[in-house]
T-cell receptor, first 115, second 115 residues
């Protein structure tokens, strides 16, 4: 049981390049989340998927797109990377859509640098 | 704008002392409250959850919740150098449907336990 996994762990991009961050969970969780974490800014929600087949914008969605490929996988795409997207990206998952007591479990993160 | 506020610290305590971490939140409808610990370069990990007013104890950790004052705290007894980390307070987003499980994070309090 690996929990939440993310690939890659590190990535350096040039401005304008595109890439996809991958996330997978093996806990049969319904909900999945993408966050970014910047110094002094805390964790900010980019997009979330409350259940398979649905995705919604979070606090900072501009410049990103997501795909909930199936129940296990939730990917984050940067179409044209900008230096402002340099950050640490975390994926998280949560068991039940409607049970507020369920917490979120985080993956190990992807450190992205955009030059 | 829903907010979760924490003192950024750093909070420095000697080994064996009690560390007290505080958090206030703006959304009166929030019902779930979580404390995550994040070591430098690592992902957040859940250490405590609390849903009802009062205290909840788990080993050396005690979470306290006062919904009337919109205040959550975490006490760490017999602090150890291994407790040195950033502690994130998270509060569920009040509402209905898919966003109900979303968490709003504080920016974190950095704790340093000196031997």
């Amino acid at each position: 049981n690996a929990g939440v996994t993310q690939t890659p762990k590190f990535q350096v991009l040039k401005t304008g390049q595109s890439m996809t961050l991958q996330c997978a969970q093996d806990m049969n969780h319904n909900s999945m989340y993408w966050y970014r974490q910047d110094p002094g800014m805390g964790l900010r929600l980019i997009y979330y998927s409350a259940s398979e087949g649905t995705t919604d914008k979070g606090e900072v969605p501009n410049g990103y797109n997501v795909s909930r490929l199936n129940k296990r996988e939730f990917s984050l795409r940067l179409e044209s990377a900008a230096p402002s997207q340099t950050s640490v990206y975390f994926c998280a998952s949560r068991a039940q859509r409607d049970r507020i007591t369920d917490t979120q479990y985080f993956g190990p993160g992807t450190r992205l640098t955009v030059l | 704008q829903k907010e979760v506020e924490q003192n950024s610290g750093p909070l420095s305590v000697p080994e064996g002392a009690i560390a007290s971490l505080n958090c206030t939140y703006s959304d009166r409808g929030s019902q779930s409250f979580f404390w995550y610990r994040q070591y430098s370069g690592k992902s957040p990990e859940l250490i405590m959850s609390i849903y009802s007013n009062g205290d909840k104890e788990d080993g050396r950790f005690t979470a306290q919740l006062n919904k009337a004052s919109q205040y959550v705290s975490l006490l760490i007894r017999d602090s150890q150098p291994s407790d040195s980390a950033t502690y994130l307070c998270a509060v569920n987003e009040a509402g209905y449907g898919g966003s109900q499980g979303n968490l709003i994070f504080g920016k974190g309090t950095k704790l340093s336990v000196k031997p």
